[in-house]
């Protein structure tokens, strides 16, 4: 009989472990596995269990071993395909009263509308957190999200990849920030013409997860509103911005608006300001003023950290770059409620912003290829962008309506966030 190798595990005191699989049912199943070093009684308790089950046959059970099999059960898990995902004890942290999330408090807002808006945008993305993983905010450690962007990125890249070899990656990526899946088949890949959605998925999940990691973290005193600890300028469109925002929106559109309003990101308008500058651009030069929708829970994000291009499978029709439209209704369907990204929302959300499309790259019009679409691909044609227009412009264009697309962050920055009611769509 072969002997069994130990390995060293990283430290006595605390692992945790996560396993996902397939079960006999083909639902999968996502577990979780804890040892928990117990000093004064010379032993360490394990713990193991279904994610997010806590009653019946499948609930957490526990027995205890001696701190001499310590290596050998950690030895014994990692051989047989568990993930370690946590080096480190739970810690709980004590909410306090005041406007926020996750115990951090902030001074209040003192405009109401925009007060209500913010308060509706964090929630939705605590939402979606607290929808998609069993894990609680402040249990996720660093190390935890640094494996799971390390995945992310594999997954980004795995174009070539097999199904098996794909699906493979995405259940170590449930392992390593733990969530319940009820039916492990309808989150894995069927095909490779999955991989680019399902990318998109985990993406937006983990930005999500992100953004409430770093309010979770945040040092706010109460002297500043949430809002301008992000150095964000936020409030409500005056009438002469609103009649300027309707008026750029199709006519259909205009009706479904609840509410508009300006925001200044500081970081990204310094960033676009100074792309703008050294390439020659300025307002009523080289400047577009474009929409792009998004679903509710990804709004506090976008607006906090600014619109980023992410590598890999998450590229769309052009390529991995950030997608605009000069029309509203092309925007709308990216939305909470829209088309292509309905969620059922009530209400969605859509941004307008400006891009500096200098010179554009028109597609269709110049026969482009698979090969323009990229930066390289427009510093090559020495363009700024990609610019697809639509039939009604090209007969041999399959767009209703044309879409602009850009392949540097520092392209673009919000100005102002647009709420729309579902009725009437």
Avoid at 77 to 105: D, M
Avoid at 137 to 159: F, R, V, W, Y
Avoid at 262 to 283: D, L, M, P, V
Wanted: aromatic letters at 10%; glycine letters at 8%.
């Amino acid at each position: 009989m072969k002997q069994m190798i130990l390995e060293k595990a990283p430290n006595r005191e605390y692992l945790e472990f996560s396993f996902v699989g397939d079960n006999a049912t083909g639902k999968g199943l996502n577990q979780k596995f804890i040892m928990e070093a117990m000093p004064e009684e010379g032993c360490f308790k394990c713990t193991e269990g279904r994610i997010g089950i806590r009653v019946g046959p499948h609930k957490p059970k526990s027995w205890t071993c001696p701190m001499d099999d310590w290596d050998m059960v950690y030895s014994i898990r990692i051989a047989k395909g568990w993930q370690l995902i946590s080096t480190k004890r739970e810690t709980k942290k004590i909410p306090r009263k005041g406007f926020g999330l996750n115990g951090v408090i902030y001074r209040q807002i003192e405009e109401k509308e925009t007060a209500d808006v913010v308060q509706r945008l964090l929630e939705a993305a605590s939402q979606l957190i607290e929808e998609s993983y069993t894990t609680r905010i402040e249990n996720i450690s660093p190390e935890m999200m640094a494996h799971g962007k390390e995945i992310l990125d594999k997954l980004a890249a795995g174009e070539n990849l097999s199904v098996a070899a794909f699906n493979n990656l995405l259940k170590q990526l449930f392992c390593v920030i733990p969530r319940r899946i009820d039916n492990l088949s309808k989150v894995l890949a069927k095909r490779p013409l999955d991989y680019g959605p399902i990318v998109e998925r985990e993406q937006d999940l983990y930005e999500v997860l992100c953004d409430q990691l770093k309010m979770t973290n945040s040092t706010a005193s109460g002297l500043q509103t949430v809002t301008e600890a992000y150095g964000l300028e936020w409030r409500l469109a005056t009438p002469e911005e609103k009649n300027y925002v309707l008026g750029l929106m199709n006519e259909k559109n205009r009706i479904q608006v609840i509410n508009i309003w300006r925001i200044k990101n500081k970081k990204t308008e310094a960033r676009f300001n100074q792309w703008c500058s050294k390439h020659g651009y300025y307002e009523g030069y080289g400047i577009s003023h474009l929409f792009h929708g998004s679903p509710m829970a990804n709004w506090w994000s976008i607006v906090t950290n600014g619109l980023w291009i992410r590598p890999g499978l998450n590229g769309g029709m052009f390529g991995a770059g950030l997608y605009f439209a000069p029309e509203s209704d092309k925007s709308m369907g990216y939305t909470g409620y829209g088309c292509w990204r309905n969620k059922g929302e009530a209400r969605g959300f859509l941004s307008l912003n400006k891009v500096a499309t200098g010179k554009p790259f028109y597609y269709y019009r110049d026969n482009g290829t698979s090969q323009d679409m990229s930066l390289m691909g427009m510093q090559r044609r020495g363009t700024d962008c990609l610019w697809a227009e639509s039939y009604r412009k090209l007969p041999n264009s399959p767009l209703r309506r044309d879409e602009v697309i850009i392949y540097d962050d520092s392209q673009t920055t919000i100005e102002y966030l647009i709420e729309t009611t579902s009725e009437g769509y």
